[in-house]
């Protein structure tokens, strides 16, 4: 089942018209532009996400509509969207380990590890060789549930101390994946869909 996964076109709806104070207010109805073009809506996916002709703000952009197709708890978009700018650069620099990534990116203010992991999926960061995975509230709740067995290494894992965690998540989630010839995106996105259902 988890082979069978078409994660690259796992996709989201989302409303040109919800969000278009958000970039008017933030000054960036260019960015809007670039991802909307004029439709009314549009259905992000993770290839488009990952595609190389986007640019930085365009890709930190779609990615946070992507993960919040109606907004951030607190209007948090809102923020996030006047400092896109810090955001895709930090999103974009390479070459760091992951505790000055996430810290690099949480000094901005009001980004957590659901958001600081989909900015490190989408802009196909690495750490310790291991790509960046999606780490939210639904995983940490399937990592902590315990129903997993081949997880157990990360049963005590919360929002709080996920970040600490983090590069442990990809190391045993890629382990995983090559046992069962899969891919750790794939498994990633079977734990956010499946995870709890069985």
Not at 50 to 56: D, P
Not at 157 to 186: C, K, M, P, R
Request: negative net charge.
């Amino acid at each position: 089942m988890i082979q069978a996964l078409p994660v690259t076109e796992h996709s989201v709806e989302v409303e040109a018209d919800f969000w278009l104070p958000f970039f008017a207010h933030a000054q960036r109805l260019p960015i809007h532009e670039a991802i909307f073009a004029g439709r009314p809506t549009v259905r992000i996916s993770r290839s488009w996400l990952r595609s190389e002709n986007l640019n930085s703000e365009v890709r930190a952009a779609a990615t946070i509509l992507w993960g919040y197709p109606k907004g951030a708890r607190g209007a948090r978009h809102s923020h996030w969207l006047a400092n896109l700018a810090q955001i895709a650069e930090a999103a974009d620099t390479r070459d760091l380990c992951w505790a000055d990534y996430y810290q690099k990116l949480h000094a901005i203010g009001e980004l957590g590890i659901p958001t600081i992991s989909k900015l490190a999926y989408c802009f196909s960061q690495k750490f310790q060789g291991h790509p960046a995975l999606i780490l939210d509230q639904r995983i940490l709740a399937v990592l902590s549930s315990g129903r997993w067995s081949d997880l157990v290494g990360l049963h005590n894992i919360n929002y709080v101390t996920a970040s600490a965690h983090y590069v442990d998540y990809l190391a045993l989630l890629a382990g995983i994946a090559v046992l069962g010839s899969f891919s750790s995106e794939q498994l990633e996105f079977f734990l956010f869909t499946h995870g709890n259902s069985f």
